[in-house]
């Protein structure tokens, strides 16, 4: 009989996959996990650590050769967009922030106004389609998303951005460290600052 913390590990593992191969968020990924191992729905689930760590792996054993292009077209995506929304303070967080997103993952981003309408007055005015809804914040409230489907001419494929609207209060907490101790999301600075280190890495000898 399998530890609990073996289980967890098999929950991450599978996990793991749902997220790099399909683009599953990591809430969905584990419950989908938990079924196709067909464990007792109360199974304790591994943390999002846990899973980022497997994550990580799974990218490293089956992604290598794929998946930093596929990053830098995802971010240099995010970077149009950031630039787009500027007035809004966009801070880009997430699979591409942390470097774990491939071309199935969308983009999260995280805009803080002086009124929460403002974002979408803008995209009404330059005549962009989105989809109003409902995302998670940081704290894990509840908070207003506005989801736009982007084309990426490096990936070939659309893709999707969720426009996470706050009030421009809560941009301090917005930045402060994870569990971790990184820095949980960026803005358009220092995500250039990324794409350039990992440039340089990658031309490094």
């Known amino acids: 009989m399998l530890s609990r913390d073996d289980t967890a590990a098999e929950i991450a593992a599978v996990a793991a996959r749902l997220v790099v191969d399909e683009g599953q968020d990591y809430a969905a990924a584990k419950r989908a996990a938990i079924r196709q191992l067909g464990l007792p729905a109360r199974t304790p689930l591994p943390d999002n650590d846990t899973l980022e760590a497997a994550v990580r792996e ?12 596929e990053l830098r077209a995802l971010r240099e995506l995010a970077l149009v967009w950031m630039d787009r929304l500027q007035a809004f303070r966009p801070h880009l967080g997430g699979a591409a922030w942390h470097g774990t997103a491939t071309r199935h993952s969308d983009l999260h981003m995280h805009l803080f106004c002086d009124d929460p309408k403002q974002a979408e007055w803008a995209l ?24 736009v489907r982007t ?10 951005m969720h426009l996470l609207v706050h009030d421009l209060d ?4 917005a930045l402060k460290p994870d569990s971790q101790g990184r820095k949980p999301r960026g803005d358009a600075a220092a995500l250039r600052e990324r794409l350039t280190a990992e440039a340089g890495e990658e031309g490094a000898p």
Do not use: K, M, N
């Open 124 to 147: 009404i005015d330059h005549r962009v389609d989105y989809h109003p809804g409902t995302g998670t914040g940081w704290r894990g409230e509840p908070v207003e998303a506005l989801t």
């Open 58 to 69: 799974h990218i490293a054993v089956f992604c290598a050769d794929t998946q930093p292009a």
């Open 170 to 173: 809560g941009l301090r907490g």
């Open 151 to 160: 084309r990426s001419e490096a990936l070939g494929q659309w893709v999707l």
